[in-house]
């Protein structure tokens, strides 16, 4: 073991902790990929949602709003809220992106999407001894692993939509998938407390149009994360 | 192409969020902020998941409420377990819906329970 323990590159430990993240993304992938061939919208305008969007939840929302025949700008501010926590996502990892070149910070904006988030801040959060650049190497590396798979499983998921068995029920992935990214960031009690209420009142509040519900329960996590960190500090 | 614009607004928008604080930033947030962000990832992703599994389609009905929270809880337990193994963790959790929803409709269909 002690031959090994030499700090492991962290081009490695990058592609080590995407991986696995990857090959749990693949359910959801290929169910949002099946969803998306399902509307009337021509299958290629639907799948471009990865690209230009580069996330799940965001991307089965606006495209079964238009395939409902929702007006344009209701579809842009559904998405827009739903997506509005890549704003906190953003301010959460500025600190540790601050020395990072301007041009790199472009690209690292994206590549943000949930799971390169969390894989990044799990990691930058719990290590001191990287430096700016490791980090820099560490996030890069995780987003030119994710962004390829996501794009290939969401177009497996448009080719194969037709030839999927109904029976092979995916709905629960996206979920479960998220649910998997949040169990490492409970990492103390108040983060344990923002998780609960921000559950919470998501769930009271679903009966809000346009995910405002989301941005509700959101609100009110934090707010009692912070009030309870703040507290033991 | 009336759709492909949409997205492609959507897109710009996005993009412009995930920019702000990352390329905008040039100092620290204030104190205030900075004490809150470590809960943003804790609030945001219960706030998605938590309804996802309380009422998979918008209401509360224990033939789907109950399915889904055991697959939670199957996805939970083995991520504890099998030293954060996501995929297993994953993969164990479909495979409790499946079975859990599948006993349901076969109870419902008995007579058993709610079908």
Redesign the interface.
Known sequence: MTALAAPTPVVHRAVRDVL??V??YA?FGLALGATLAATH??AW??W??SP????G??QLL??QM?DAGAA?VF??LG??VV?????????????H??AWP?RW??L???F?A?PV??LA?TRF?GTDTDSPRERLRYYVTVGLVMWPAWMGLTGAGVLLGGVLPTSL??????????????????TSR???A??????????AA?GLPLGL??????????????WL??RHV | MYELLVLAVIGLGTYAMRAAFLVMAHRSPPAPVARLLPYVGPAVLAAIVVPAFVAPHGTIALAETAPALLAAAAAWLAWRRLKRNLPIALFGGLAVWWIASWGISAAGGLGLGPS
């Open positions: 696995p993240v090959l749990a359910p919208l021509p305008v639907a471009a949602s230009l969007m580069f996330g939840a965001a606006a495209v238009l344009g579809v842009v998405a827009l997506n509005a926590r890549l704003l906190l996502y953003s301010a959460a990892l500025a600190p992106t601050a301007t910070r472009w690292a904006a994206y943000m949930d988030y969390a801040i959060a029920r995916l709905d629960l992935a996206a979920p479960l998938t998220f649910l998997l990214l949040l169990l490492p960031m409970l108040p983060a344990y923002a998780a609960v209420t921000g559950g919470t009142v998501a769930v679903s519900g989301l941005l509700a329960g959101a609100a009110a996590g934090i707010a009692v994360g912070g960190g703040g």
